[in-house]
Structures are given as C-alpha cells and as structure tokens.
C-alpha cells in the first residue's frame, strides 16, 4: 500500500513545490555548464532517495537478490525508494523535487529532460557506462542534442500472461485479451494507465492497416477513436485493471484473473507461489508495447554524488545481472549478461538482451506529442492529456 | 515584569484569548487552510500538456471545461454519491436496532461487550480489514465458498456492490456510536409515557424515538456519507469502480493536478450542502 | 365524591410483591393489600425507599410484580401492558416528549387511541383550559417553565379521560410557593373531572392537605391507611406518629418514668403547654418540670426543647400569641412547667405490621 500513501504525500508535496518554487531554466548555451552538470566525482553524501519501477532496488527480500545493501556498504550512501505506477506518476513524483533520480520509462524520460527536470550525465565519471550495448546509448528516449541524460537499467516487451492449468493450448496472439472467449471474460487483466492505449494501437496495426498506425504512441484523431472504440469493446468483455503488481499477482494466485498484460516479474512472483495456478507468458507475435529504463537524475538532486555512484553501479555486471534476472528484462551490457547467465542460465537468450532485431517489434513507452514526433508540421496527434482524459473516462464509465 | 505583563493581560480578556488562540490559529491558517487554498488555486492555472508542469499564476478555466464537457465526471459524481447515500442509509437500519439493543435491552455487562464488539474494528487498520474483505469477496473467496454448492459463483472484485457493502462495514461503527449516544439521551420515562398514553412499541418508535434520534442519525451520517464520498481505495481495491476520490488521485498522482483540483471542488460542495442540511436537522448538538 | 362511588374498588392490590434480585435483598414491596375507592384522592406516603413510587409503577404496568395481584375496577390486569391498562401517569419529571409542541403532546393519547381530529382538537383545548394553559398550543416544552410542563403533563395524562390517574411526586421539583398553588389547583381538578387519583408523596404536609385517604408506606409496607386526620391524631406506630407531623416519642420505660403512662407513647409538640412552675394544673391534665435547654423561633410558632427533671427530653411547640420573640432567646435555662392533657397521650402499636386498616 505504498502506493497510496507515497503518491498522496508526493501529491501534496507537489503543490507546495508548485506554488513556491519557479520554473527551472534548462541552459542552451553550450559554452555554460547545463543545470545539475557534475564536472568530477565527490564523496557520497550518504543519502539517496530514487523513484523506482517495483523490483528496481531489491536488498534480499527474495533470497540471492540484493545490489543495494552491497551498494550502501561499498559508497555509504542509504538507499530510500518510492515505487510509482505508472509513468505518469513517476513524472509527478520526481517533479515534487523529494527525489535525486528514478529508473524511467521513455514515456517519463522525454518529458523530464524536455521540463529541465532531470540533468544531463556526465559519462566520463561512470567507470561501467563503456560496457553498454551501443544500442541503448544516446537513443531518443535517455538523451537530448546528443547529450546523454541517463544510464540504461534494463529493457523489456509487456507480455501476455495465462493461467496454462485453465489455458492448455499455449496462446500466440493478443487475440484472447482483445477478442474474449468464455475461459478469459470477466477475468482479463490490464494494465490501468493511459499508456495501454498504444496497446491497442499495435492490435489495430495488425488488424486494421487502412488506419495507418506508423507509431502507437502518436496517433491523429480516427486512429485515437478506434483505438478508444477497441477499449471500449475489450472493457464489455469483463476486464480487471491492476495499477499495483501486488494486485495482480494476486488476482492471478486467487484464480480471480486467467490472462492478461504483465511484466516477466509477476510471472516470477507467481512463479515462486507454489499454491498459485501455474502461468506462461509470451511475447505474441503482432509485437508488444515495452520499455527501456533509464536511470537519470533530478536536476535539483541533494545527493548528485551518491546519483552518479547508483548510476555506475546499476550499470555493474552484478548489479544489472541481478536485476534483469530479478524482473526479467534484458541485461544492458555483455558483462552484465555473462553474469546473469550464472544466476539464470539461458537468460540472454530469452530475454533477448543482444539481439537487435528482436527490439525491433518492441514499441517502447513514448509520450504522446501533438507534433506527433514527427517532422511533418501538417500532421496533429492526440496528446498526452488527451490520452488521460480517455483513460479517465474508459474506467469511470 | 513578569507580573507587569501578567497584569496587563489579566485586565485584557480579550488580548489574552487572542494570544492563546494566535499559534494554533497561525496553524491552521497556514497549514490547513493554506494548503487547501493552494490546492483549490490549481484549479484554475495552466499546465503543459507535454512535461506536465503546472504554470501557477497563469489563470485559466480549462480544467473545468474539461469537467463539464465530458459526462463521465458527472457520471463518477453521481455513482459515488449514490454508493455514499446507500451507505448511510444501509448504515442507519443496521444501527437502530443495534444501538436499541445495547442502549435499552442487553444488561450492564452484555451492553459492555456489544459497546466492545461494534468498536473493535475501529481498532484495526483501514486496510487490514478492506484487504480481509478482499479474501472474502475474491472467486475462490470464503463467500465464493459458501455459495458455491448453490451453484453461484463469488461476486469476485469487480462489483460495484462490493463498495457498498466494504463501505458500510467500515463505516457502521460511526453511525452505532452515534445513535447509541442518542438513544442514551432519551430518559426512560418518555417511553414509558408513550406506553402509559397507550402507544404500543411500534407507535413508540415511531413517534418518540425515531424523532429524536433524527439529529444522531444525522450526526451519524455526516461521517458515513463524508468517508464514503471521499473513499478511493475501497472502490479501487474491491470494485473496480472509479470514485470521485480515484478520479482526483489519480489526476493528482498522474499528472493533471489542474483537473484534480478542479473537480475536487464537487465533494467540497456536496459536503457543504449536506453539512448544512444536517445541521438543519441538529447534527451539531448531536455530536 | 360519594355519590360516584361505588362498591367495586377503583384500585385494588393483593398480596402485591417487588422483589429486585435474589432472596437475600429486602423485597421493594413486600405483599401489600390495598383498595382505593372509586373517584378517591389518595396518597401513597412514605421516605424515599419505602416503595410507594414501586407500587404506582406496578399499578401503571412498567413495572411487572414478582407476586400478587393487580385488579382495576373488577379487572386483573397484573399481566396487561401499560397501554392497555384505563390509567394514566403524572411523571415525576413530567416526561413530556420534547419534540412536540404541548398541543401535540397534549393529543397524542387521543391520537394513539385513534379519536377523529375534531373531537381530538376539542378535547385538547377543553384540557388547555382545564390547566389554564389557553394560546400555549404551539409552544415547545423547553419554552415552558417547571409549573407550566406541570400543567401540561397533568392535562395531557386528563385528556385520555382515565379512570385512574396515577401522579408520582409531580410537585417535587417545584418552588414551595408553586407547590402550594398547585396543591389548591390539583385538588380542585380532581374535584371537578372526579377522577380516581392515586398520588405518590414524601411530604406528609401535602399528603395532609390533599388526600381524603392516604396509605403510610414503610420498608415496602404499607403501615396505617386512614383518612389524614385519623393517621394524625392516632398513628398506628412509632413510624407513623415521627413522619406524620412531629412526634415526641418514648419507649416503655421513659414513658412511665416521665408521663406516667403504661407502654410506648407518643406526644404532639403543640399538644404541650408551657407554664411557670408553679402554675396549676387541671385534674385531666399530667405534668413535668423542666429547663429550657434550646429555642427554635419559627416565626409563627417557637420551639423549645425541655430537659425534663425525669431525664428525658421533650419538644415543645408554641404559637407566639403573646411571646415576644424578643424575650423567646432569653428564656433558655429558665424553668417551666410543661402540661398536657391526658387524651393527647398517644398510645402506640408494638407491631407495627398490626397496624389497624
């Protein structure tokens, strides 16, 4: 229950933040050091406070997974976190200014950088950074002008999870969660955000090109309405929305839920239930939605010190091994990998860390933009508030 | 000079109070009511659609456009007031026989029991007992249990039901208390002259005690109506519904400060209105 | 009041038992035999404890007797409810319902019993006026003053036209003034509806005043009934003869020692003369000298206390006819001669329970 008492103390720690404080004014001028820019490395403040994706900060709760007590001890610096759930509540919560970073998703980490929120990083302080797959440097979501403005943490595809003990012939597609059938309705599982929109889109991009989905994330007005129109439909079928992973899990060990979108970690979660129905999960074949996490810093961080030695840690074989295994993502460098191997064997491999092409499919979380990111200035797309709003009315209908 | 000042003050109430008064009122001047002013200005500022930062000072009625021109505000509003009234009145039957039976019938020491009984609850966290009512409403809960053999599956945690019944279970020892309170007020020989007049128990209810329990009741309402109306997490956790309360956290959690503060004017008002139509009633000598 | 009497008693108590909690515990009401006269004002008498305010319970039906019976003009009603029992109750704190205005009040027993509003409102006014409460219709019981929801109560218990009316210390929270007027005004009232009244009472005075018969009530017994001046001049015991007025009362021995007189007695204070000491005394008279140990002035009246040569105390009450109150202070110490005539020596029942009906 995190959730509720963190978001209601951010919440209201955002309006004090809001009424005093300014904009915060992010520098052009190349020759001027950017805001919260670290020219070296000092000694760690002893404090850290992050905002983290649940399962981002583990310290031994599940036993053989723990890189944060050995972090504390190697740099002094504590470790507090705060989970958000969704990235729309992360955006909110690093923009209280309580935090010094959080691991983001693309749909939080434009924003941020576009709002001056978080700084950019000095690479050439972070030991581990030279390791990462080239593929998750200097991408569109971690940084801005060719500035770096985040280290990766890991990436992953949203998957879709069944109850195989109910479910007997493994699934292929998205189908059963869009199209219902007597086993799924009423206990379908979705994730309740605004971002499950995109999810949608990609059913549309399969089952209706003449639409003309190039990007699930930027879409004009008759797009949008299928999509919404597709919720709608999938809401009658009987749908369960979870904004908590606990509640998942949950529902799937109580037999309240049999299939639905989820991350690899609540399949592992389950998974380690003996008492639960037995999942599977897959990552169909029309492609999913996912994410690639990145690790930034708040502009206005107390602790930037202790930010960079996270930052370079998450980044360490044993650190990111261990967490991609933990969450069951992919690991963000060869290093990393090899050492997940020991942990999990097969883990690249299934998680796909290095295979480029499979990344292909996978459309990471992005904010939905008016200009819809694209360089044509004729084109319009539905924006990030208005894809709240839908939300909004879809659950409260 | 300590007895100068002493003096001076002693011979000025009105200066006295006033320095007793001015740092609890300092308090809730800054703190109570000026976060709540802060909260309500959100209303009306602007905000960047893109990186979602509030321009405060920057006035605008947008968030409330966007309230009025989409019906599922209204919708929620409705849905959650109705759940509230529900609750209250649900609250209310339960409660008068309850609190008739502690406050006339059970004896000194079964009253002390049944006084225990009702308020243990209160005694436990809000969420233990919501996630209890969860493990007993979910597919393979005890009521899906217990149904069961009849051929009927669990309600499961989607029903809007679900709220009306966690809500008045949570709720009912505030409407008890209350009513108990009331019913203790009333000395023994107004019964007994209703009786003595000729009016059987039924008349008697009715015509003397129901009445003057009108202002506990309504004192008793004021919290079940006020924490269902503000309740999101029973709704979020059993049903599956949206309350105003969701609606505004998840605006506030989620980015659109402006509409969440817009429409936590709603549950402001209703409030206000049904404060004033209790205290109509004599809610407030009631309390 | 005769003239309305009949031979079947309006109230009649047999063997009428209270017993709270087990046996060991005196009984509230032990076993009482009453009969009440139709259209009599009758006083139940007694302290506080004694079980008279038990015994109007058990007759109005809130309370049920533990054993005994309970018979209302020819009719048991020992096991009926208050509502079905032809008897209404005058309550101590007038219990009048706080949320009606007296109008309402006043009707609801007519309304209850389902009498048609024309008639209700007839009556109601018919009561009002009865009290001399008239235009006090729509006021609520809070606006009214303790004599006025005395009034209120009283009409709104008369309105019903009951057989018997039950009043349980109705003026025990009034002024004495007040008391005194609504004494005069009850005791009209019920001369004129001609009404059964049943009236509980601590204050032997008013008992006095007001009842054609009254019952003496101690440790739940019922210890003398009689008409006021019969239980005055001849108290059954040593009980009735100290609440009932004032009494000197002397057991065997002083009895002999100061009066001459066999058994225990009893002696009214303004039954005494205070004379010199060697003032005469008439051959039907008896006497004792004295000193004058204390003085109570009581405006019209002075008290004194004798310590009589014998050893025994004596209390003498005098009107001050001619006695200056100036001189009364001066007296203690002097020596007097007290006088009583030999008539005024009350002789008093050893058993009390063998009280004469």
Known sequence: MKRFKGATVAAALALLVAACGGTSEVSSSPSEKPAGWLETLGEGEGELNLIIWPGYAERGEYEGFNWVDPFEEATGCKVNTTAMTDSNNGVQLLQSGQYDGGSFSGDASVRLMTAGDVAPVNVDLLSNYANVFSGLKNQAHNSQNGMPYGVPHGRGPNLLMWNSDLITTPLTSWDAVWEGNSTVNGKISIYDSSIYIADAAIHLMAKRPELGITNPYQLNEEQFAAAIDLLEKQEELGVVYWSSYADQVAGFASGDLVVGTTWQFMANVLGTDANAPKVQTLMPAEGSTGWSDTWMMATNAKNPNCMYLWMNHMMSAEANGQATVFFGEAATSQAACDYAETISPGHCELTHAADEAYWEKIWYWATPREDCDDDDAATTCKTQDDWVEAWTTLRGN | MISRIARWFSARPRASLGALLSAPLTWIGTVYIGSLVVLLAHAFWSKDSFTGKVAPFDWTLDAFGQILGNPVYLAIALRTIGIAVLVTLTAAIIALPVAYYIARIASPRVRALVLVAVTMPLWASYLVKVYAWRTILQANGLLGWLVAPLGIEGPGLTEIWNSWLVLTYLWLPYMILPVYAGLERIPTSLLEASADLGGRGWVTFRRVIFPQLIPALAAGSIFTFSLSLGDYIVPDLVSDAKFIGNVIYDNSALGSLPVAAAYSFLPIAVMMAYLLFARRLGAFESL | ?357
């Not at chain 3, 006014?125 to 219709?137: I, K, P, S, T």
């Not at chain 3, 303790?146 to 109560?153: D, I």
């Open chain 3, 1 to 357: 009041m005769s003239e309305r009497s009949s031979s079947v008693p309006a109230v009649s108590l047999r063997g009428l038992t209270k017993s709270y909690g087990s046996g060991d515990v005196a009984p509230a009401v032990a076993g009482i035999d009453l009969e009440i006269r139709d259209g009599e004002f009758f006083s139940l008498l007694g302290p506080s404890g004694s079980g008279k305010t038990t015994t109007l319970r058990m007759i109005a039906g809130f309370e049920a007797p533990t054993s005994g019976q309970i018979w209302l003009h020819g009719e048991d009603v020992t096991t009926k409810p208050p509502f079905d029992r032809d008897v209404n109750t005058v309550f101590q704190d007038y219990a009048l319902f706080p949320h009606m205005t007296v109008a309402e009040n006043i009707a609801y027993g007519l309304e209850v019993r389902r009498v048609p509003a024309a008639e209700r409102a007839v009556r109601v006014q018919e009561a009002l006026r009865m009290v001399r409460l008239e235009g006090y219709d729509e006021r609520r019981p809070a606006q009214l003053s303790g004599g006025q929801r005395q009034r209120v109560a009283l009409a709104r218990a008369l309105v019903n036209r009951p057989r018997v009316l039950l009043l349980d210390e109705p003026l025990g929270a009034l002024d004495l003034k007040l008391r005194e007027e609504m004494q005069v005004e009850l005791k009209a009232i019920q001369a004129a509806v001609g009404i059964t009244f049943v009236y509980v009472t601590h204050d032997q005075q008013e008992a006095l005043t007001m009842s054609d018969r009254l019952a003496v009530f101690h440790r739940g017994s019922i210890v003398q009934v009689g008409a006021p001046a019969e239980v005055y001049e001849h108290p059954a015991t040593a009980f009735v003869a100290g609440f009932v007025g004032n009494s000197n009362i002397y057991p065997d021995e002083s009895a002999r020692r100061s009066f001459g007189a066999r058994g225990r007695i009893a002696i009214r204070p303004e039954r005494i003369r205070l004379d010199k000491p060697d003032d005469l005394v008439a051959a039907d008279e008896g006497s004792a000298l004295g000193t004058i140990a204390s003085v109570v002035f009581l405006g019209a009246e002075t008290r004194y206390k004798i310590a009589l040569d014998t050893g025994d105390d004596l209390m003498v009450a005098q009107l001050n006819l001619k006695e200056s109150p100036m001189e009364s202070h001066s007296a203690i110490g002097r020596r007097v001669r007290v006088t009583w005539r030999r008539e005024h020596l009350l002789s008093l029942a050893e058993n009390p329970q063998a009280a004469p009906a």
